[in-house]
């Protein structure tokens, strides 16, 4: 079946570390995003890439870092800097750049500090 | 910048009873919308979505919307929620290669 696949279920990280959080699709989707949710405030844009080799930074980037070398695949690293980096991360994509389909969900991963 | 806004926050509901989640998006021109929803322990799974046509939309377990663009909103609504439809609901609106997602709206049906 295809679908997105968002590994670990669970991660912990200590004060000071950084951690990768791994997203892999097999839909076949062009564009990739990384989503923080929080009580209370819905879904927060990190990063999103439209393409391979590029990608651009969504309403609350800073701490958090990306890559997109392979198309099924769009980790996302969480940085020491980021300050408060205990959230729900979900992962998602989409068939085509500028197109109408919908998003597609993770099942996501829960970050908590030690 | 495109933003929404879910009002209701929290909603609870005896089973039988009607819903109506609001939802309005801050500026007009032609929007893509959508309705996810959150099942407890479970993935965002797509509820129903606008692109054009006929305002009125169903989707699935029985839910619609209606998109009435002079009021910028698209509201859900079910004529009778179940115990299951306990979930949390977020509405989504288009923003060139973005999805601007609401705070969602928990909903509770107790039996």
């Known amino acids: 079946d295809g679908g997105i696949t968002q590994s670990p279920k669970y991660l912990f990280r200590k004060e000071g570390q950084n951690v990768t959080l791994s997203c892999e699709q097999n839909?076949?989707?062009?564009?990739m995003y990384w989503y923080r949710q929080d009580p209370g405030q819905g879904l927060r844009l990190i990063y999103y890439?439209?393409?391979?080799?590029?990608?651009q930074k969504g309403d609350i980037a800073e701490g958090y870092s990306v890559s997109r070398e392979k198309k099924e695949s769009f980790p996302l690293t969480v940085t020491s800097a980021q300050k408060n980096p205990t959230a729900f991360y979900l992962c998602?994509?989409?068939?085509?750049?500028?197109?109408?389909?919908?998003?597609?969900f993770g099942d996501g991963t829960r970050l908590s500090i030690l | 910048a495109q933003s929404v806004s879910q009002h209701n926050h929290h909603v609870i509901l005896s089973e039988a009873a009607s819903l109506e989640l609001g939802c309005n998006y801050s500026?007009?021109?032609?929007?893509?919308l959508f309705w996810y929803v959150q099942y407890p322990g479970q993935h965002l799974q797509l509820l129903l979505k606008?692109?054009?046509?006929?305002?009125l939309v169903k989707g699935i377990k029985g839910f619609e919307a209606e998109f009435i663009k002079s009021k910028f909103s698209f509201n859900l609504r079910k004529p009778s929620v179940q115990w299951s439809d306990t979930a949390e609901y977020f509405c989504?609106?288009?923003?060139?290669?973005?999805?601007?997602f609401g705070t969602g709206t928990r909903l509770q049906v107790f039996p």
């Open positions: 890439s439209q393409i391979v080799n590029d990608f």
């Open positions: 500026y007009g021109g032609t929007v893509n």
């Open positions: 606008y692109f054009s046509g006929d305002p």
């Open positions: 998602a994509s989409r068939a085509a750049l500028g197109s109408n389909q919908p998003q597609h």
């Open positions: 839909l076949n989707h062009d564009a």
């Open positions: 989504a609106v288009t923003d060139t290669d973005k999805l601007i």
